[in-house]
């Protein structure tokens, strides 16, 4: 618990930001997480929203990424805080489960992850 607590702490300040850098080709212009393309079609598109088949894509296939930005589009809009808020909990989620996972592996052992 203390990993994922010290993980919404350490980007809490991020929740007022605005978007940034690839934010805005990856989110707010990219067809596929504002939802004005068929689900159907993250399979086939690159992370930025264009076809894998084309050769100016660069491959980077991550449905499930745009898949949650296009659940969080549907449901907060272009609304940055809501996707920063979902990051910081997704991160959060994560560390709980990786420190869990490897302390199973570890059979109880005092071995620290932090």
């Given at each position: 618990i203390l990993c994922a607590l010290?993980?919404?702490?350490?980007?809490w300040n991020t929740?007022?930001?605005d978007f940034a850098y690839d934010d805005y080709a990856?989110?707010?212009y990219n067809p596929d997480t504002r939802g004005t393309t068929p689900v159907g079609?993250?399979?086939?598109?690159?992370?930025?929203?264009?076809?894998l088949a084309l050769a100016g894509s660069n491959k980077s296939w991550r449905p499930l990424t745009v898949l949650s930005f296009r659940i969080n589009h549907t449901f907060h809009g272009l609304n940055p805080s809501?996707?920063?808020v979902w990051n910081n909990v997704l991160n959060a989620i994560t560390a709980f489960i990786a420190v869990f996972t490897l302390s199973s592996l570890q059979n109880?052992?005092?071995?620290?992850?932090l």
């Open positions: 010290l993980s919404l702490g350490l980007y929740h007022s930001n990856a989110i707010v079609d993250l399979l086939k598109n690159d992370f930025w929203g264009q076809t809501a996707f920063h109880g052992s005092s071995f620290s992850y």
